[in-house]
């Protein structure tokens, strides 16, 4: 088992470390500089622009400045913003890191208790009206984008019933959109994959012999069938960890929300070099230790699992 763990961890560092490598070259190549950004509008002359490229250690190879850099967060020193001078990066991920943590969380959640027991009831009811209107809904969560979504509920709850902001996270009422938006899309593929996982799970012959032995249907869905079905669901869930935080960034982005998707998307337009290699670094290392959390939740929800 920990040799298991142990191997996982080393394939995750070295996909961090492809990633953050992959990140940096990105960005050296896109267009313009930093400096630019610093100076604005500024008059400035040829040898003060060397010498902030100097401060900052822009006139160094990529190769170096990569280097500097991984030693320095191999310390946890993340450096300091080029737009926002002074401040360190890690600073500003701990301001915006607990509004996107809250969205996150509250959006799977919502999504997890609502659309397991729905792909679970669709299936047991398998043809029903209930079944053929849950995927229709979960179909539709799958097409459309987060983005249309966030701006038709910006457009009916906050424009035209006034019910709602249509931005900010000061009050409980911020929430309400942006998690709804999030956690549509995330009921879809789960509902999805309950209702797949509970037909073939009901098609196995454990629930043939459990009928047979005069088990109600319910302690035979409940005890049984369910249990089952939940493997690919948790597995699912792991997966989809990666692209609700993708999701968040254009749900942050959409309803003005203060985290950290917002402020990649801030920190990319701007060239702040730093924030935005913290920020997919972060993101990275939280993929992989949510994939590999789920390959160990396997071996609880099936104990016909076992890792050696």
């Known amino acids: ?12 560092l070295v996909v961090v470390f492809l990633v953050s490598v992959a990140t940096f070259v990105i960005m050296q190549l896109a267009p313009g500089s930093p400096v630019d950004i610093m100076i604005g509008e ?8 060397d010498a902030i490229e100097r401060k900052w250690g822009l006139d160094r190879p990529w190769y170096i400045q990569y280097l500097t850099w ?7 020193d993340f450096g300091q913003s080029v737009v926002r001078t002074g401040v360190p990066v890690g600073e500003m991920l701990l301001e915006a890191a607990p509004t996107t943590i809250r969205l996150n969380l509250l959006a799977l959640a919502i999504a997890a208790i609502v659309a397991i027991p729905v792909g679970v009831a669709a299936a047991v009811k398998r043809y029903s009206f209930f079944d053929y209107a849950s995927m229709l809904g979960a179909t539709l969560g799958v097409a459309l984008p987060n983005y249309w979504v966030g701006l038709m509920l910006i457009i009916l709850f906050s424009l035209q019933l006034g019910w709602l902001p249509p931005f900010g996270s000061d009050s409980w009422q911020g929430y309400v959109l942006p998690v709804a938006v999030l956690a549509f899309g995330e009921m879809a593929v789960l509902a999805r994959m309950a209702r797949g996982s509970t037909v073939e799970a009901l098609g196995q012959d454990f629930v043939t012999v459990a009928r047979a032995k005069g088990l109600q249907d319910n302690v035979v869905i409940g005890r049984h069938v369910v249990r089952n079905a939940l493997l690919p669901v948790v597995t699912l869930l ?3 960890l990666a692209f609700i935080l993708s ?11 203060p985290g950290i998707g917002r402020l990649f998307i801030d920190s990319i337009y701007r060239l702040d070099y730093q924030v935005v290699q913290a920020i997919v670094l972060l993101l990275s290392v939280i993929v992989v230790l949510g994939n590999i959390l789920t390959d160990l939740a396997y071996a609880y929800i099936d104990p016909r699992i076992r890792i050696r």
């Not at 088992?1 to 995750?12: D, K």
């Not at 008059?43 to 003060?48: I, S």
Request: proline fraction near 0%; aromatic fraction near 10%; hydrophobic fraction near 50%.
């Open 1 to 12: 088992m920990l040799r298991y763990v142990a191997l996982r961890l080393l394939q995750g």
């Open 42 to 49: 500024a008059q400035v002359t040829q040898e003060q622009i």
């Open 70 to 76: 991984l030693g320095n967060v191999l310390s946890l």
């Open 238 to 240: 792991g997966y989809r």
């Open 247 to 257: 999701g968040t960034i254009v749900v942050e982005t959409v309803f003005a929300w």
